[in-house]
């Protein structure tokens, strides 16, 4: 069928896995192998099964039918700790880090080396890590405690955590999702370095450009089956997207349709703490400006202290041409600037709430009376509009948000902040997590609402979508703008090397 | 082909009937699940049904006097359980209301003895209260030292006070004036029917309709709820965070000297030890009535009925006759079935 029989001995396969959940059908009879010494890539939409069979690879759920075999004998994965000590490492999207113990103790969490009598070794701990943490490339002191990091170095703390077990199998969920560019370099590297020792990797990802840098095999799930596994030379981005959606996928990214307009909001020489050291931009109405950068560039404290958030220490913002002071987001919302988070479940929604009060969270004046009494009704009505508007699948708008998919959470997001009416959308990695097909919902949105005459300035580390949606882009390095690009003359060569300050000549 | 199209066209006749049939039964079970889902629904039916069972088995508890006697001893609680409510939505909490409406009725008590007039003793006790909760609030929202330990503190600090400023004595003789607030009543003439209604119970019924109101329905305590929901986002959203929770805690430092006058009132003497261990039972009843530790959730209504509740099996428990150590055993058991019932039912929605 493939080229499974060129690959000798697969050190992992699976045949016909089925697993139900009440009322959905995750895995329905899927297939898979993983080669030695091989980097496999696992893809597919939200919902498609990957996340179901990870978790039944690490002993996390028990497959209703089907049949594992490790290194060629039939095998069981009873408890994650099970999986873990045959050898499958596993690194979530989700941190699973302590925050009050030191970066040491959690990549040797519970197999720290000890002088007997279980007395904690700690010169070899804090030596063995520093190792581990060199080989990676960073400077990390391996006493920090790790909330102390940054979400990419607690993400890296994450993966030097599996790797410390020595597995035979890697398995990777998005684990570039918080990186940037030169984490995920780094990060990719190691991988590579990784094959040659014999160990194997499965690698998940929604960003299919890292795929073809990296995996030697794709397989491909959509509504829990397999579709296909490719050879990764043998495909490219196109074919793999239409595979994962159904249809063909054309330019996600769609295209300008009205003209750029008057200068809606300036920022001038702003300071914030030691991440934004004098940034100064514009954005004009319909315009769709690019935030591009390293991770702690000051990408997201620029947008957090343009709104207030974390307000700002000095530095001047003109809206429509008239000097404004935010001190909180209350005024910027006031002043008709918005900011939309990267982080969805933390600080965007409220996920036990339904769908319609998250869609007035933040413009709750419009819809109080003369009494100060909110009119259900009318937040209904609007809520119900926002859902046809945003197309937003979700069986009633009393429905709590945490029960609707990733791109259907970002889309209600968006409605929350369209609704305080804003001249200027500050958007912080909005397509984060979210599947193909709602991507390219998302960028439509961004593209409509940009057609309403909002300026949006896109904080992204995607540079593909940032090279797709913006009319111009700007890199930020060390909390100022470093360099400037129109539509036409950027490319991801130029933004990395502005972005990390090798190429200065490439600023425009 | 044909027959295949065929087929399926008979399958979707089936599965329209089915469908049909199916909405009919969804309807009918609709009922019971909006019961369910509804806190207040389902506690209201629970109160009837305890209601009826008692009725049946007790010929005293239906009587007048019973009904009002069960009334009377909620109503201060039941005004607390306002304040607290508002700050279990809002995702915090206070220990310190016992304390607080014991050291508001000492004050009161103190000033009254001076001779001053009602119209400026009692002001002067329900600022006492506002105080003490202002400075929670103050503790918590700018210092964020949490309300568990910040509320720990005050409630010793309030208890401490009263001791100190009443000492071994009992403060009595303070008027008619001001008792009638706390013994006076009210009689209504309801078609034929006469009966008497304490001041202190229709403080609490009015404070509770106006309050439960608001929070439901205004644009400002609705805010509480995007504050306990998720304090992060709701700061984003430009919703005014530490100064709700400034607010919510003086708010609810008031009520609970407002209980405190009325209690001073009723009693017409001081008591060191008023108000002793009522910050758990009004968040035992809150919590009963559908709110939740994490924040978030809760109405006053609720909350009510869950004092209704709990003061219901009190005396229910005196009418037969049980020994009234059993008391705790029974709220506590309560307690845990409420929660019980709240965590099976996030399961079984959690699971469609």
């Known amino acids: 069928m493939e080229d499974r029989e060129q690959v000798p001995g697969p050190i992992l396969g699976v045949e016909g896995i089925v697993k139900r959940f009440p009322g959905v059908l995750a895995l329905d009879g899927v297939d898979f192998s993983l080669a030695r010494g091989e980097i496999h890539a696992l893809v597919g939409e939200n919902g498609a099964g990957k996340s179901t069979l990870i978790h039944v690879l690490g002993g996390i759920l028990q497959p ?22 045959l050898g499958i490492s596993i690194v979530f999207q989700e941190l699973t880090l302590a925050p009050n113990l030191s970066v040491a103790e959690n990549v040797f969490f519970n197999r720290q ?47 030097l955590k599996a790797l410390a077990r020595g597995p035979r199998v890697l398995v990777l969920d998005e684990p570039t999702a918080s990186l940037g560019a030169a984490e995920t370099e780094l990060l990719f590297e190691k991988i590579r370095t990784l094959r040659v020792s014999g160990c194997s990797v499965i690698y998940v990802s929604h960003h299919l450009s890292e795929i073809f840098r990296l995996a030697d095999r794709v397989t491909v799930l959509r509504d829990g089956r397999r579709v296909d596994t490719l050879r990764a030379c043998d495909s490219d981005e196109a074919k793999l997207a239409s595979l994962m959606v159904g249809r063909e996928v054309r330019d996600i990214y769609g295209a300008r349709t009205t003209e750029i307009g008057e200068e809606v909001l300036r920022v001038e020489d702003v300071h914030k703490g030691k991440k934004v050291r004098g940034a100064s931009f514009s954005v004009r109405a319909g315009e769709i400006l690019g935030l591009a950068g390293l991770v702690g560039a000051g990408r997201t404290e620029t947008g957090r202290a343009i709104f207030g958030a974390d307000p700002l220490d000095s530095g001047r913002l003109v809206v429509r041409g008239k000097a404004v002071r935010v001190r909180s987001p209350a005024e910027a919302i006031r002043h008709r600037i918005a900011y939309m988070t990267e982080d969805r479940k933390e600080q965007g929604l409220f996920l036990k709430m339904t769908l319609r009060e998250n869609c007035v969270a933040a413009s709750l004046d419009c819809f109080r009376n003369a009494l100060g009494m909110l009119q259900e009704k009318v937040i209904s009505t609007h809520a119900e509009t926002m859902c046809a508007l945003f197309d937003i699948a979700t069986p009633s708008v009393r429905q709590q948000v945490r029960n609707l998919s990733g791109g259907n959470q970002q889309k209600v997001l968006l409605t929350m902040w369209i609704g305080t009416q804003p001249l200027v959308l500050i958007v912080d990695e909005p397509t984060r997590g979210v599947d193909i097909g709602a991507k390219s919902e998302i960028y439509q949105l961004l593209r409509q609402s940009a057609a309403r005459g909002i300026g949006i300035v896109l904080i992204s580390s995607d540079l593909t979508e940032v090279l797709g949606m913006c009319d111009r882009i700007l890199v930020m390095r060390e909390g100022r703008i470093a360099g400037e690009f129109a539509r036409g003359d950027a490319t991801e060569e130029k933004i990395i090397a502005c972005a990390a300050g090798v190429a200065p000549e490439a600023a425009a | 082909m044909g027959e295949g199209d065929r087929a399926m066209a008979t399958s979707a006749a089936v599965s329209r009937a089915e469908g049909s049939k199916a909405d009919r039964k969804a309807r009918e079970r609709s009922v019971v699940r909006a019961v369910l889902d509804s806190h207040e629904a389902l506690l209201a039916v629970i109160i009837v049904v305890v209601g009826v069972v008692l009725t049946c088995t007790s010929r005293d508890f239906c009587a007048w006097p019973n009904l009002h006697a069960i009334l009377l001893g909620m109503s201060a609680e039941s005004i607390v359980a306002i304040g607290m409510t508002m700050l279990l939505v809002s995702g915090g909490f206070d220990l310190s209301v016992g304390s607080t409406m014991a050291l508001t009725g000492v004050v009161t008590a103190m000033m009254l003895k001076t001779g001053a007039p009602v119209a400026v003793c009692v002001p002067i006790g329900l600022g006492v209260g506002a105080a003490v909760g202002l400075i929670n609030g103050l503790v918590v929202a700018h210092v964020r030292i949490n309300p568990f330990i910040t509320t720990l503190g005050t409630m010793g600090i309030a208890r401490g006070l009263v001791y100190v400023l009443n000492g071994d004595k009992t403060i009595t003789g303070l008027g008619q004036s001001f008792t009638a607030i706390g013994q006076g009543s009210l009689t209504v003439d309801l078609c034929f029917v006469r009966f008497s209604v304490q001041y202190p119970i229709i403080a609490a019924l009015i404070l509770v309709v106006i309050f439960d109101l608001l929070l439901r329905r205004s644009k400002f305590f609705r805010q509480t709820y995007y504050i306990g929901g998720n304090e992060k986002a709701a700061f984003l959203c430009g919703i005014p965070v530490n100064r709700m929770k400034v607010f919510m805690f003086a708010l609810t430092g008031l009520l609970a000297a407002v209980a405190g006058v009325i209690t001073l009132a009723r009693f017409g003497s001081t008591s060191v030890s008023m108000g002793v261990g009522l910050e758990l039972k009004v968040i035992t009843a809150v919590v009963i009535g559908g709110a939740s530790l994490s924040g978030g959730a809760g109405t006053i209504l609720g909350a009510f009925l869950g004092s209704l509740l709990m003061a219901i099996i009190a005396d229910a428990l005196t009418l037969l006759g049980v020994n009234p150590y059993w008391n705790n055993v029974v709220i506590g058991g309560a307690l845990l079935t409420a929660v019980l019932i709240d965590t099976l039912n996030k399961r079984r929605k959690g699971q469609l």
């Open chain 1, 64 to 85: 209703d039918a089907g049949r594992i075999a490790l290194d060629g004998a039939p095998a069981r994965f009873e408890s994650p700790r099970h999986a873990a000590d």
């Open chain 1, 113 to 159: 080396p000890t002088l007997g009598l279980g007395i904690v070794d700690r010169r070899a701990l804090y030596g063995r890590t520093e190792d581990a943490l060199r080989s990676f490339g960073l400077e990390i002191d391996p006493r920090l405690p790790a909330k102390r990091l940054s979400v990419a170095m607690q993400q890296m703390v994450e993966i």
